[in-house]
């Protein structure tokens, strides 16, 4: 295959601090999670820093920022139609990582990336692509020994902080979380310190507070049914983006 070289196009690093050891085997799970989808930030490839030895993941440049950080600084009226767009972007996105039997673990607002197109200071709301992103993190489904805890907690499911296996329904449960996010435009749990005791109440079904006004029933509904307690009550992606659509 014949790469062509694009010049002085803006990129994003990220670093991979203390990686000089780093196993092969990671290194080409990083380019097997490379997917193509609009959806999903692409990754361009892995460089090393040559003086500390460390591995580098290079990226397309999201001009926007992560998603609370667009919201705040670019949107002015957040329509519901602009927020459910925004959420069948990150749908999709969620669904052809599961599709690729792939489970992302660190879904949270902050690894969902906006680039803006137009001129950003004379229009209200700027047209922007939304894509998730670090996927430095995920892994194969058939993976199931993998039980370290990743992410911001409140997007964290409940059975993972109890130390069970990183399932695709744990994605579900972020991206419940998110959705929450997307209705109030307020973190989850933001009024809570992120610590043991949001944990265990997290655990014992503790779920944000919800304003019934704020979003359609059937929104909140499924909502809720994304941060069920039970990993099988959950939908999967499928059902939700065809329940969006």
């Keep these: 295959m014949k790469y062509e070289r694009t010049p002085n196009k803006q990129v994003a690093l990220k670093c991979l601090h203390n990686s000089q050891n780093i196993a092969d085997e990671f ?69 052809k990582i599961h599709e690729n039997e792939m489970v992302h673990r660190d879904f949270h607002t902050g690894n969902i990336l906006s680039s803006i197109t137009g001129y950003v200071y004379d229009i209200k709301n700027p047209t922007s692509n939304i894509c998730i992103s670090d996927m430095g993190l995920c892994g194969e489904v058939s993976n199931i020994d993998e039980k370290n805890i990743y992410g911001v907690m409140p997007f964290v499911a409940p059975e993972v902080l109890e130390r069970n296996p990183y399932t695709q329904a744990a994605d579900i449960y972020s991206f419940g979380m998110i959705m929450y996010f997307i209705m109030t435009a307020k973190q989850p749990f933001a009024d809570c310190a992120h610590d043991n005791i949001l944990a265990v109440k997290i655990c014992s079904g503790i779920r944000p507070d919800i304003n019934e006004l704020e979003a359609p029933k059937c929104y909140i509904d499924l909502m809720k049914r994304c941060w069920d307690s039970n990993p099988d009550n959950r939908p999967n992606a499928i059902e939700i983006e065809e329940l969006r659509d």
């Design 27 to 95: 290194l080409n799970k990083v380019k097997k999670y490379s997917i193509n989808n609009d959806c999903i930030l692409n990754i361009y490839g892995i460089s090393q820093n040559p003086d500390t030895k460390d591995y580098i993941i290079i990226f397309p440049y999201a001009n926007g920022g992560k998603l609370d950080d667009y919201i705040s600084n670019y949107v002015v009226n957040w329509t519901w139609s602009e927020r459910l767009k925004t959420l069948n972007k990150i749908i999709k996105g969620l669904r």
